[in-house]
């Protein structure tokens, strides 16, 4: 190469060195030195080019660099972030799974069965330690898939995972969604397979945490790898738990259809199959409304799932109808009260399980515990458990004969009573039988609670400082007007709504005192406006009763919605507490087999109304039992031994339901008699049971609730109460005021236009000595509670009131 090339060359370096941008020189105009310079030669150009270089050194060096660039020009983020090291970051982080994931599957064997996949039993014990019963011995029989017919086999494929003869036997989108919402806190999501759910019952626990999602991930593709499909369906449908205590198909066929499992149809084995998703809300013996709804839509999810994977002819599906599954059977050794008492602690233990996270649910918490291994003692008092019974069944059940009286074989009955200073459920009364009545009345909410929510409105008005609509504070001896069917008037406004009193009675001017005692809808129906139907409503709830959905309209007044004995028995020792909540609570302790004792929560909450407004509604309560529609069964009664007693009367429209709800200071105790047809099960009228023209809240309720109470209850107890108002602290009086009809002895909660005929302790209508349960039609010639009477007699018109 001659010396005139490597000039060249050097030049050509030299302007691929020099920077991008051009300094201002070398834009300007050539000068007279740089163009004699260009004309001297390529020997006078050498230096320079050479100059050249060392300006691009310069600015390479920083002469002229914008602040955070590097020595390229590019900022620390972009120097930071290359592509290639993003990449080879992905890249390491996916070995350093796929290695920890490697690692885990070799490293985790399929165990042997967990605890709950070999039996124990449940352990129920009496408050005193003594034994209830046993339970939880496991029932389940397991049969050979063989045995169960193919279709049947493929009703759960299609239900749970239409995909379990293909897939791996995991679903890992599901899986990564689970472990997810774990760890956001979002509780449990489906997507699992079959095998999943196989090995999460028969191999690993109910817990909802990361590990055990990955043990069931790791697991269930070696258990897949290792053992046939049909291995594994076999033992899903053999583990998996179908509600009415069912572990397993074959007892699942027996509860459901009295049926082995080989002789299942399609259509059975499908409703099986929707049962998995939620037992106990699927079962149709005690499934809702919506619960029915949704088996429904589920066993048609199934079957038409089947014809999708061509398991199932078009034509024969359509032609299926659903199979309605007979009416459950108690599990031997459950007869008697025993099975109401032991279905109420599994339920209230569920609860508490998902409270505390322990379970995700309900369903899951109840499987969890009858796969047994529990020891649970009850707040239940054997003595005071069997004095119950015997009430019942004296006063109530040993009278009816359906034989002589059809409708004495509607007759149901259930009762709860709770010590108020603990709120622990010492005694439940659910049915005359677990084996004949699977549905205990004790917790049942469906039918009206009637009068025997006019104590709470009461409650509201006091707790709130309402008003008349004249602008007279309420308490127990403001005046209303009674009425029969008078229009209820909200600021000068009909509202549309009047209810008529039982039997039509019209009571004219009448104090709130005497209203209650002889459950005069009209008095009540109005203080519910006056009040506010959201704030009564909003009290209801603070004293513990359900109103999810109810709508804050007049008609709520007379009781119109459901509630049961356990419910309202909670509303009352409220009161009976002096305005702090009580929850009734049926376990007194629960602890599984190698575990720590369960956090149960404190029955007794705090102030929900004021003392004084609580009290007030006692005081004015004890006017009901002593001058009121519960005088007869209760004040009267020979077995009474000084006890004070508060209470309420209450019989629903159409004579469906008949209540007594009434406590003395240490104890308070819930009774009802509903309507409930001995075949379907719909609720029907009471009229001549028990050979009664009509079943009053003071009749057999009433009567049920005191040889029980007066038996249990401390004598000569009187109720501490702080108030100035109300029938225990004010002298009562007689009326001297003549309504324009007689009552009968027990108004009812709502208007019941067909009236009793002739009840045998109607009040006769010439003058007596002796007090009648209800206004009598002339004055009553006894003498008051009271050796003075009141200044001015409310019934009395124009007494100033």
Known sequence: MGRAEERRARQ??????????????????????????ASAGPAAA??????????????????????????????????????????????????????AFVALYVMTPIPAANADATLQSNVYKYSDGSLLTRDGQRNREIVDLSKVPKDVQRTFVAAENKTFYQDSGVDLRGTARGIFNTLMGKGAQGGSTITQQYVKNFYLTQNQTVTRKLKELVISLKLDRQKSKDYILAGYINTSYYGRGAYGIQAAAQAYYRVDAQNLSVEQGAYLAALLQAPNQYDWAIATDTGKQLAKARWNYVLDNMVKQHWLDPTKRAAMKFPVPKDP???????????????????????????????????????????????????????????????????????????????????????VSVDPKTGGVVALYGGKDYFSHYYSNATRRDYQVASTFKPVILAAALAKQAQTQDGQEITATTTYDGTSGRQVVDHGSKVGFGPPNEDNTDYGKITVQKAMDYSVNAVFAQMGVDVGMQNVLGVAGQL?????????????????????????????????????????????????????????????????????????????LTGVVDDGTAKESVANNPARNGQQVAGKTGTSDKNKSAWFTGYTPDLVTSVGVFGEDAKVHAQVPLYGAGGVARVNGGGFPAQVWAAYMFGVTQSDTKFDLQTTQGAAVAPSFTPSSTPSSTPSNTPSGTPSHKPSNSPSNKPSNSPSNKPSNSPSNTPSNSPSNSQSPPLNNPLKPNNGQ
């Not at 050509?12 to 310079?37: D, E, L, V």
């Not at 660039?69 to 290359?82: H, I």
Request: net charge positive; aromatic share 4%.
């Open 46 to 99: 050498e230096p320079t080019v050479m100059g050249g270089r060392a300006a691009a050194r310069r600015a390479a060096q920083g002469r002229g660099k914008p602040k955070g660039k590097g020595k390229d020009g590019r900022s620390f983020l972009r120097r930071m972030f290359t592509w290639k090291k993003v990449v080879g970051t992905i890249f390491t982080l996916c070995l350093l799974v796929m290695g």
């Open 544 to 620: 513990g009763m359900d109103t999810k959905g109810l709508q804050a309209v007049p008609a709520q007044t007379l009781g119109s919605m459901g509630a049961s004995p356990m419910e309202m028995a909670g509303i009352y020792a409220t009161f009976a507490n002096h305005g702090k909540k009580v929850t009734p609570t049926v376990i007194k302790s629960a602890v599984q087999s190698g575990g720590s004792p369960i956090q149960l929560p404190n029955p007794i909450g705090g102030q929900v109304i004021t003392r004084e407004a609580a009290d007030t509604v006692t005081s004015v």
């Open 329 to 415: 059977k108690a599990s031997p050794g459950m007869g008697g009260q025993t099975g109401y008492l032991v279905d109420a602690a599994n339920n209230e233990l569920a609860a508490q399980l998902v409270a505390e996270g322990k379970s995700d649910n309900v369903n899951d918490a109840l499987t969890a515990i009858k796969a047994g291994g529990w020891t649970i003692t009850l707040n239940i008092d054997k003595k005071k458990q069997s004095a119950l019974v015997k009430a019942a069944k004296s006063q109530l059940t040993g009278k009816l004969n359906p034989k002589k009286r059809k409708v004495d074989g509607d007759v149901q009955a259930g009762a």
């Open 12 to 37: 050509r370096g030299a302007r691929r060195a020099a920077p991008p941008t051009r300094s201002p020189q070398a834009t300007a105009p050539p000068t007279r030195s740089a163009q004699a310079t």
